[in-house]
């Protein structure tokens, strides 16, 4: 922090007269001296927070456990990691997911450029790179515990911000709300 003050000052003494500069450094040079006499940095391990947080990242890893969000509530749970993937598990298979050995994120991307490129009324060419995400991701899923049902089943959240249609979906629900607006207010926004 002392380094940006001293940035700073230089920064406000090069406005004045190059005959005050220097009675003007020795004054701020001084007064950040005294400031760090009186203020000892700490290091972030000094903190009671830091400490409790680093004991509790210890005491989860040695017991291979983990903390999970859940579904209403706005709390925290701690469970096995190995219980939480099965939870995972289990929804996948009780919901008739597929699993790919393969990522289709490339092919996905490949795709996503063409029908960008292709459609030159909705898209403007000058700006079609602002739809294209250069580094597709596939999506992912997290489990929130529903502490409020019997067995803790979870429910979904799937990131998809970084899959190769993101961003095309995003413009082509903004079209959509423009094109067709809809006449009651109390409707639900949704992607």
């Given at each position: 922090?002392?380094?940006?003050?001293?940035?700073?000052?230089?920064?406000?003494?090069?406005?004045?007269?190059?005959?005050?500069?220097?009675?003007?450094?020795?004054?701020?040079?001084?007064?950040?001296?005294?400031?760090?006499?009186?203020?000892?940095?700490?290091?972030?391990?000094?903190?009671?927070?830091?400490?409790?947080?680093?004991?509790?990242?210890t005491?989860?890893?040695?017991?291979?456990?983990?903390?999970?969000?859940?579904?209403?509530?706005?709390?925290?749970?701690?469970?096995?990691?190995k219980?939480?993937?099965?939870?995972?598990?289990?929804?996948?298979?009780?919901?008739?997911?597929?699993?790919?050995?393969?990522?289709?994120?490339?092919?996905?991307?490949?795709?996503?450029?063409?029908?960008?490129?292709?459609?030159?009324?909705?898209i403007?060419?000058?700006?079609?790179?602002?739809?294209?995400?250069?580094?597709?991701?596939?999506?992912?899923?997290?489990?929130?515990?529903?502490?409020?049902?019997?067995?803790?089943?979870?429910?979904?959240?799937?990131?998809?911000?970084?899959?190769?249609?993101?961003?095309?979906?995003?413009?082509?629900?903004?079209?959509?709300?423009?094109?067709?607006?809809?006449?009651?207010?109390?409707?639900?926004?949704?992607?």
């Amino acid at each position: 922090m002392m380094v940006f003050i001293s940035k700073e000052a230089e920064i406000a003494i090069a406005h004045f007269s190059p005959s005050e500069r220097e009675v003007y450094r020795k004054l701020t040079a001084e007064r950040i001296n005294t400031l760090q006499l009186n203020n000892p940095q700490h290091t972030h391990n000094t903190h009671p927070e830091a400490k409790t947080i680093k004991s509790i990242k210890t005491k989860l890893k040695d017991n291979e456990a983990m903390i999970a969000h859940t579904n209403k509530g706005n709390s925290l749970m701690i469970l096995p990691i190995k219980q939480y993937d099965s939870k995972i598990t289990v929804f996948l298979r009780a919901n008739n997911f597929q699993t790919t050995e393969r990522d289709p994120t490339k092919t996905f991307q490949f795709q996503v450029r063409r029908v960008v490129t292709d459609s030159k009324t909705l898209i403007p060419q000058e700006i079609k790179w602002k739809y294209v995400n250069m580094n597709p991701t596939a999506l992912t899923i997290k489990g929130l515990i529903k502490m409020h049902r019997p067995e803790h089943p979870i429910r979904p959240m799937v990131n998809w911000r970084g899959t190769p249609a993101y961003k095309l979906a995003r413009l082509f629900t903004q079209k959509i709300k423009q094109l067709t607006p809809l006449p009651n207010r109390h409707n639900v926004d949704n992607t």
